[in-house]
């Protein structure tokens, strides 16, 4: 979790003015911390927190910090109360915003502010490799680790993007050290924090632009999805989320059901026989990579894109399938 310094000196302070507490940031051994009255926590941070987001930070927040000695407080520029009261009473998670709005406890003091209202942020120059373009290049990458040393033409090909896009977003990735050229050949650098931003920015940023519509099952039923004849229909319609996550590992039953196609939805009424509803258990959304023939043979979207839905949904049950997925299909990114 890349960390914005302006925001956690702006947010601390903020802290230390409303609770009068003697608070300071602190680096040891590339590690980051805050310290509030003479304890010490360590860092995590996000941009912002949302809907979108929030089971993906948990699952972060819980594989990178939840199982260190040390306590640990989020950081971010805004958490919607309703998530924050879900972070401190479900999970017991330290968090402070911007508004100064926090939960902290130790075994010697708890701070509680809640109600601070979110102030207008002026906007800066956004990252373009963790906006759509740049995501998409970062997937074909992560998916492709064969194929690193491909031309910018390519890639842009691939991912479906502009070439000044790759230029872009490839000079960006290596001021941010994950993308290296050397005389041997290009790398992909942190490779894991590389996926674990990806993750937080498609689930952001992506994929509510890739929602078409909301659907249901109406002759076919629920326990029989797998029987939807998905190769008949002209065009792609591949399994993501639960039932891929099912298809790939055989380690769980789907109860919400995600559907990634290239097609007009209105084709799937009768192609699939499901019917449009605004609380639908299907999710239909848009292709936007190039597919691979492995992939479609097999019904699937590719493994990296089923661990990332499996992730932001927030499930026990899907975060442990995506956890199998990520040490076998997506070993390559450990």
């Known amino acids: 979790m890349a960390i914005d310094t ?3 000196e702006e947010a601390t302070s903020k802290l230390q003015a409303i609770s009068g507490f003697i608070i300071h940031s602190d680096t040891i051994n590339n590690e980051n911390y805050i310290v509030i009255n003479g304890i010490k926590f360590r860092l995590a941070y996000v941009n912002e927190v949302t809907k979108a987001t929030q089971g993906v930070i948990v699952h972060l927040l819980q594989t990178e910090f939840i199982d260190k000695t040390s306590p640990f407080i989020l950081i971010s520029k805004y958490i919607p109360n309703d998530i924050a009261q879900e972070y401190s009473r479900k999970y017991q998670i330290n968090y402070l915003d911007l508004n100064g709005n926090c939960f902290i406890r130790t075994n010697t003091f708890v701070i509680l502010i809640q109600g601070k209202r979110r102030e207008k942020i002026e906007k800066t120059n956004q990252s373009r490799a963790f ?21 910018y033409r390519i890639i842009a090909k691939k991912s479906g ?4 896009s790759v230029g872009y977003v490839i000079q960006e990735l290596t001021e941010l ?11 992909l650098k942190n490779k894991k924090e590389l996926l674990n931003r990806w993750v937080l920015a498609y689930h952001d940023v992506l994929r509510p632009r890739l929602l078409l519509k909301k659907m249901r099952f109406t002759k076919n039923e629920k326990k029989e999805w797998d029987k939807l004849p998905l190769q008949d229909v002209q065009g792609s319609v591949l399994w993501g989320g639960e039932p891929a996550g099912a298809i ?3 380690y769980l039953y789907p109860e919400a059901f995600t559907l990634y196609t290239d097609i007009p939805w209105k084709t799937l009424i009768h192609d699939l026989d499901l019917a449009p509803s605004e ?14 023939d492995n992939f479609r043979n097999n019904l699937i979207v590719p493994p990296l894109l089923i661990y990332a839905d499996l992730i ?13 997925i990520l040490e076998n299909e997506l070993s390559h990114i450990q």
Do not use: C, H, Y
Not at 161 to 164: D, E, H, I, R
Not at 312 to 324: F, H, L, M, P, Q
């Open 6 to 8: 302006n925001i956690i």
């Open 279 to 292: 609380n639908g258990e299907i999710e239909v959304m848009k292709i936007f990579w190039m597919e691979e």
């Open 312 to 324: 932001g949904s927030g499930n026990d049950r899907n975060i442990e399938t995506a956890k199998i």
């Open 248 to 250: 790939l590992t055989r």
């Open 161 to 164: 993007v502009s070439l000044a």
């Open 177 to 187: 050290n994950f993308f290296m050229k050397t005389q041997k050949g290009n790398f």
């Open 131 to 151: 906006q759509e373009a740049g995501l998409k290049i970062i997937f074909w990458l992560l998916n492709n680790p064969e194929q690193i040393n491909s031309t």
